[in-house]
């Protein structure tokens, strides 16, 4: 028996930070979205212990060992049920790798839900969602998908309107960012300055709620951007282009560094793709849509 669940990507639409706390964390204010770009995370069980494989684009850089967050979501749920983790947990990847999308929380979320189906542990969501934010600030929203405002560290969500569907294209980079060197960096270009409370912007929600891609193009805002530029200058190459060829917006993706253009509809989507692939300022492109549904057992 085995159980297969597929789990989405992420796009912030709006990632306000705060000033770090005393325990080193950030808080956010974190719009997420969904989109349709997955991973699928399949568990069987296995008589050798725990066990982590993957395939897919960039397979290769993604860690095998208990410090992948699937590993470590199956462990978590079996330490709670007072059970071992003999499974087999293996990772279609379709989400792209470090690139600031949750591809690796999306794994930690999509075996946990995986676990619990294959097990029948039946764990009600509320106990999901407290294992989920245990193992990584979006690993909850990966689990819920939709849209979604996080706050804390981004693990606290609570669930937006969406009115519409929102295009996108997707630009992954030719190397990867770490996303604690990200907020070292944001701590060091905001040092002297005094950093607000993050708070989600009300026009950025209301057009979100209208499913308007223009207002909320107009919206949009990563706070994490200028240090991912500042580690990455590249990427301001890979946004001009993808704005000269028709997006509504660019930005960098989370904490980067695949930056995510937000176009008028789905043909505006395939010729800003073709654009950014022609550009050669970027490894790849992906066009995607959102909202979508999160962790899903299929």
């Known amino acids: 028996m085995s159980v297969t669940v597929r789990v989405p990507a992420k796009v912030n639409v709006q990632l306000a930070v705060g000033a770090a706390r005393p325990d080193g964390f950030h808080d956010l204010a974190n719009v997420f979205l969904a989109v349709g770009l997955y991973d699928e995370v399949t568990v069987t069980p296995s008589s050798d212990g725990l066990r982590v494989t993957c395939e897919g684009p960039d397979a290769a850089q993604v860690p095998l060992d208990r410090t992948n967050l699937a590993a470590r979501a199956a462990e978590a749920l079996a330490a709670r049920y007072g059970r071992t983790p003999g499974v087999h947990v293996h ?6 790798v470090a690139g600031g999308m949750a591809g690796g929380s999306a794994d930690g979320a999509g075996a946990l839900l995986a676990c619990d189906a294959l ?5 009600p969501r509320g106990e999901l969602l407290e294992i989920c934010a245990e193992l990584g600030s979006d690993v909850p929203f990966s689990l819920v998908g939709g849209a979604a405002l996080g706050t804390g560290r981004g ?3 609570t669930a937006l309107e969406a009115g519409g569907t929102f295009h996108w294209v997707f630009a992954m980079a030719g190397r990867g960012l770490s996303t604690p060197a990200v907020f070292r960096e944001f701590d060091r270009l905001a040092e ?26 107009a919206t949009v805002r990563n706070d994490l951007q200028p240090a991912a530029l500042s580690l990455f200058p590249e990427l301001a190459d890979t946004l001009a282009a993808g704005r000269a060829a028709g997006a509504l917006t660019g930005l960098v993706s989370g904490s980067g560094p695949t930056t995510a253009f937000l176009t008028r509809d789905a043909g505006s989507a395939e010729r800003v793709a073709e654009a950014l692939r022609a550009s050669g300022t970027c490894r790849s492109v992906r066009v995607a849509s959102g909202p979508v549904a999160g962790a899903t057992v299929l």
């Not at 990772?91 to 792209?96: A, F, G, L, N, R």
């Not at 097990?119 to 764990?123: D, L, R, S």
Request: proline fraction near 8%.
């Open 155 to 157: 693990e606290r969500l």
């Open 91 to 96: 990772i279609v990847k379709d989400i792209p």
């Open 119 to 123: 097990w029948g542990t039946n764990a």
């Open 192 to 217: 002297g300055r005094d950093i607000p409370e993050p708070v989600a912007s009300r026009d950025l929600l209301d057009a979100l709620a209208k499913g308007d891609a223009e207002a909320l193009a």
